[in-house]
């Protein structure tokens, strides 16, 4: 009889996999068994809630902009990059104020800046 109890005990005390976890009675001692005791201590520092990146406190998701990592942007381009460099784009389109370099002609009267680069009118061919 002592037997057949135990063995109702364990059934009863059987963990559910719908509840991940939940009914762990002795979660400390669940992490202990497994040698995470450690890694439960480490990742209790992991997320620097002290830090910031520019200025923006890490409390949280942080949504970065492209001014904040100093990333490349259109308009950056147009204020750094002398006119006529052809530049690789990730894109089909080419940023606004900007021409693919297919080896079609330009109106040197709309586009000055370019025509003092390209004097024939006409974009290099860079496709291909």
Do not use: M
Not at 25 to 32: G, P, S, T, V
Not at 34 to 54: F, Q
Not at 104 to 114: E, H, I, V
């Amino acid at each position: 009889q002592a037997i057949q109890t135990c063995a109702e005990n364990a059934a009863n005390r059987k963990l559910s996999k719908k509840k991940n976890g939940k009914d762990i009675l002795d979660k400390a001692q669940f992490i202990e068994n497994l040698g995470l005791t450690e890694t439960v201590e480490l990742a209790k520092e992991a997320i620097p809630y002290h830090r910031k990146i520019n200025g923006k406190s890490l409390t949280q998701d942080v949504q970065l902009t492209a001014t904040d990592v100093n990333a490349v942007t259109p308009q950056r381009l147009r204020l750094e990059v002398p006119v006529g460099v052809p530049l690789p784009w990730p894109t089909d389109r080419p940023p606004t104020g900007w021409l693919l370099c297919n080896g079609a002609g330009f109106d040197k009267t709309r586009y000055p800046l370019l025509a003092s680069a390209y004097p024939s009118g006409q974009l290099p061919n860079l496709r291909g």
